[in-house]
């Protein structure tokens, strides 16, 4: 599985961003998708994922103001960012789990928002 993903960018507190994370190969073997973020100098934690049956789960860092979500048909993932904060500045990736083999991680998208 390859996953690209793109939408990063710099944005004003209070703004948005839209995230993709499309996905190609075997994606039949994925069960799970989701977003993680890197802050400069900390650990990659967990933003949000989503399962194939739609349920979703998200940090209480970014309950309310991020939703996750999927195209089936364009194999996409998405994260849409809103009242984005100073603190949400970081590298985002996607990420997916799969039935067989390690997961997948996409090349990171920069997020950049200023005060």
């Known amino acids: 599985v390859q996953l690209q993903a793109s939408g990063g960018g710099l944005v004003q507190a209070g703004g948005s961003l839209r995230l993709s994370c499309a996905a190609s190969?075997?994606?039949?073997?994925?069960?799970?998708m989701g977003w993680y973020r890197q802050a400069p100098g900390k650990q990659r934690d967990l933003v949000a994922f989503?399962?194939?049956?739609?349920?979703?789960n998200y940090a209480d860092s970014v309950k309310g103001r991020f939703t996750i979500s999927r195209d089936n048909a364009k194999k996409t993932v998405y994260l849409q960012l809103n009242s984005l904060k100073p603190e949400d500045t970081a590298v985002y990736y996607c990420?997916?789990?799969?039935?067989?083999?390690?997961?997948?991680w996409g090349q990171g998208t920069l997020v950049t928002v200023s005060s």
């Open positions: 190969g075997s994606i039949t073997s994925i069960y799970v």
């Open positions: 989503i399962t194939n049956l739609g349920d979703t």
């Open positions: 990420n997916a789990l799969k039935t067989t083999g390690p997961p997948s």
